[in-house]
């Protein structure tokens, strides 16, 4: 199975219709779609500046935050298939559909090393490749990406979070982070057409 988290970023992009459909279309029984909190998750980080909350607080109102853009996505397509745990994600792969993952559990009563901005979605989405054995995990940005960039790099960059280079180090997949536009190389390998990236 693979993992494909779309950047809230996208949330705005003329790209985004166009992912969700080749997702809908071609990942069926084979990917689990993860979504980024975009504008919501920047109103959190807004209202924890402004009134001064703790990370733990922030990091559980960040995870409704990607849940609320899970929400939009079935919105624009219901195809994709809204799942709360690892088993609704089974049983929907295995009818055959796209699993939309609405990560409620990962909600918190305590703080981690975890409940902070250092690690967001892009990491989560890693946590769960590794926690459901991925074939493959994706990050789609909606900025350029420059293939050279190691993803330690690309962190240094703020293009993926911070910890993301440290916490993928031995990954047993492949991670791709590809832009917005390049829906139709990621077709091709979902397809089996190609190889992209590492």
């Known amino acids: 199975m693979w993992i494909v988290k779309i950047g809230g970023s996208l949330n705005n992009s003329p790209?985004?219709?166009?992912?969700?459909d080749l997702l809908a279309e071609c990942g069926g029984g084979r990917v689990i779609l993860v979504?980024?909190?975009g504008a919501f998750g920047d109103a959190v980080r807004h209202a924890q500046a402004h009134?001064?909350?703790?990370?733990?607080?922030?990091?559980?109102?960040?995870?409704?935050?990607?849940?609320?853009?899970?929400?939009?996505v079935h919105g624009l397509n219901p195809a994709l298939q809204l799942t709360r745990s690892k088993a609704d994600i089974q049983r929907v792969l295995h009818k055959g559909q796209t699993?939309?993952?609405l990560p409620f559990e990962l909600q918190r009563k305590r703080p981690t090393e975890r409940t902070n901005w250092e690690v967001t979605a892009d990491s989560i989405a890693l946590d769960l490749a590794n926690s459901l054995n991925a074939e493959r995990l994706v990050l789609v940005k909606s900025c350029a990406i420059d293939p050279l960039l190691s993803l330690a790099q690309l962190g240094e960059q703020g293009i993926v979070d911070q910890r993301f280079g440290a916490l993928s180090e031995g990954a047993a997949f492949p991670i791709d982070v590809v832009q917005s536009s390049d829906?139709?190389?990621?077709?091709?390998?979902l397809l089996g057409g190609g190889r992209y990236g590492t």
Do not use: E, K
Request: a positive charge; charged letters at 15%; glycine letters at 8%.
């Open 15 to 20: 790209f985004l219709r166009d992912w969700l």
């Open 35 to 37: 979504c980024g909190g």
């Open 51 to 72: 009134w001064r909350i703790s990370d733990l607080s922030a990091h559980n109102m960040a995870v409704l935050a990607m849940a609320q853009t899970a929400y939009l």
């Open 99 to 101: 699993a939309l993952w």
């Open 183 to 189: 829906v139709g190389r990621v077709r091709s390998l």
